[in-house]
C-alpha cells in the first residue's frame, strides 16, 4: 500500500501457541498494519481459514506480501502454515475470545438461569429413553451393591446426589469421584454389584476402561451420559442427555438440571419399586430430624 513500507512490520517472533490470542494484541504489539490484518481475520475466522492470500490480503487492503511478512512475523513459516495454526486455534476455543453476553441486570440473567433450565428438563424430556430408565430403576432397586462413579464438577454432584437419593431408599451406594479408586473397585466387584457412570461428554476415558472392565467380569453398568459417547458405548444399560451447549460461557450448563431430574427420576421409581421398605425407612429417617431438629414433620428430608 502507498505510504507503508516492511519497517511498519516488527521483526519474526517465535510461533504462539494460540494463535487468535496472538491476534488479539492484548498487549499491544503490533503495528498499526499488522492490527488492521489480525482485526479482518478475527472478523470471520472460519472464512479466513479456507481464504487466499490474494483473498486476505484484498479484504484487509494490503498486498500479498506483506501478509506473508505478517505470518512470519507472528512465527508461522508460511501462509499456508499460518491458516493450519489458525484453524487449530479456533476450533480450541475461538467463543472464548469473543464471547458472547446476552444478558447483563441480574433480571436479565435470573431470566436467563431459569428459561434454560426449564427448556433443558423439556428437552430431556422430549428424549427421555423410558424402557432405558426402567431398566436402570430395575436393576438398582436389585442391586446387592451399588457403586456411581463421576468424576469433574458437575458427574461428582451427581453420583453424590444418587447416593443421597437411595440411601434413605435401603440401598448400599458408595460413591467415587477418584479415578484410581474407580479402577480398583471395578476390579474388586462381586455379582450381584450394580456399576452406575455419569459423564456430561461421555468422553471420560477412565470411566471408559473401568465400564469396559466391569462389562467383561459380568457386572452390570449404567451410564448418564451424551447419546453415542464413547461412555455410552461402554455400558449396558445408557440413559441419554444431550442437550446443546450454549453460546453464553459465563453461564453453567444448564444440562445439569436435566442430569439432576433424571437422577430423581430413577430415585422415585426405585422408591415404588419396594414400597414398605421405602416407607419404613423414610418413617425412620423422618422420625429422627423430627425429633432432633425440626419438630414437626413439614421440613425436608434433610438439609
Known amino acids: 500500500m502507498p505510504g507503508t513500507?516492511?519497517?511498519?512490520?516488527?521483526?519474526?517472533?517465535?510461533?504462539?501457541?494460540?494463535?487468535?490470542?496472538?491476534?488479539?494484541?492484548?498487549?499491544?504489539?503490533?503495528?498499526?498494519?499488522?492490527?488492521?490484518?489480525?482485526?479482518?481475520?478475527?472478523?470471520?475466522?472460519?472464512?479466513?481459514?479456507?481464504?487466499?492470500?490474494?483473498?486476505?490480503?484484498?479484504?484487509?487492503?494490503?498486498?500479498?506480501?506483506?501478509?506473508?511478512?505478517?505470518?512470519?512475523?507472528?512465527?508461522?513459516?508460511?501462509?499456508?502454515?499460518?491458516?493450519?495454526?489458525?484453524?487449530?486455534?479456533?476450533?480450541?476455543?475461538?467463543?472464548?475470545?469473543?464471547?458472547?453476553?446476552?444478558?447483563?441486570?441480574?433480571?436479565?440473567?435470573?431470566?436467563?438461569?431459569?428459561?434454560?433450565?426449564?427448556?433443558?428438563?423439556?428437552?430431556?424430556?422430549?428424549?427421555?429413553?423410558?424402557?432405558?430408565?426402567?431398566?436402570?430403576?430395575?436393576?438398582?432397586?436389585?442391586?446387592?451393591?451399588?457403586?456411581a462413579f463421576g468424576s469433574g464438577g458437575n458427574s461428582s454432584m451427581i453420583v453424590n446426589e444418587l447416593q443421597n437419593r437411595l440411601f434413605r431408599l435401603g440401598c448400599r451406594i458408595s460413591t467415587s469421584n477418584d479415578h484410581g479408586m474407580q479402577l480398583m473397585l471395578s476390579a474388586a466387584c462381586e455379582p450381584g454389584t450394580v456399576v452406575f457412570g455419569s459423564s456430561f461428554s461421555g468422553r471420560n476415558k477412565e470411566l471408559v476402561h473401568c465400564l469396559e472392565l466391569l462389562k467383561a467380569r459380568g457386572i452390570t453398568t449404567i451410564a448418564l451420559t451424551q447419546a453415542g459417547s464413547p461412555v455410552a458405548g461402554a455400558a449396558d444399560i445408557v440413559i441419554p442427555v444431550t442437550l446443546p451447549e450454549g453460546k453464553n460461557i459465563y453461564r453453567a450448563t444448564s444440562a445439569r438440571y436435566a442430569f439432576l431430574a433424571a437422577i430423581d427420576i430413577l430415585a422415585n421409581l426405585v422408591a415404588y419399586a419396594d414400597r414398605p421398605r421405602s416407607t419404613r425407612i423414610l418413617r425412620g429417617i423422618k422420625e429422627q430430624l423430627v425429633l432432633q431438629r425440626d419438630g414437626d414433620d413439614r421440613q425436608l428430608m434433610g438439609d
Open 5 to 147: 513500507s516492511d519497517s511498519d512490520l516488527s521483526p519474526v517472533e517465535p510461533a504462539p501457541t494460540d494463535l487468535v490470542r496472538a491476534l488479539a494484541d492484548e498487549e499491544g504489539r503490533l503495528s498499526a498494519m499488522e492490527r488492521r490484518l489480525a482485526e479482518y481475520v478475527l472478523g470471520d475466522v472460519n472464512a479466513a481459514t479456507s481464504a487466499s492470500i490474494i483473498e486476505i490480503a484484498a479484504g484487509a487492503g494490503v498486498s500479498p506480501p506483506t501478509v506473508t511478512r505478517f505470518c512470519r512475523r507472528l512465527g508461522c513459516a508460511s501462509f499456508s502454515d499460518f491458516k493450519v495454526q489458525l484453524a487449530k486455534s479456533a476450533f480450541v476455543g475461538l467463543r472464548y475470545f469473543r464471547p458472547e453476553t446476552v444478558t447483563d441486570t441480574p433480571q436479565e440473567v435470573a431470566e436467563d438461569i431459569v428459561t434454560k433450565a426449564q427448556a433443558a428438563l423439556f428437552d430431556m424430556l422430549r428424549a427421555l429413553d423410558l424402557p432405558a430408565v426402567e431398566a436402570a430403576a430395575a436393576a438398582l432397586a436389585g442391586a446387592g451393591m451399588i457403586h
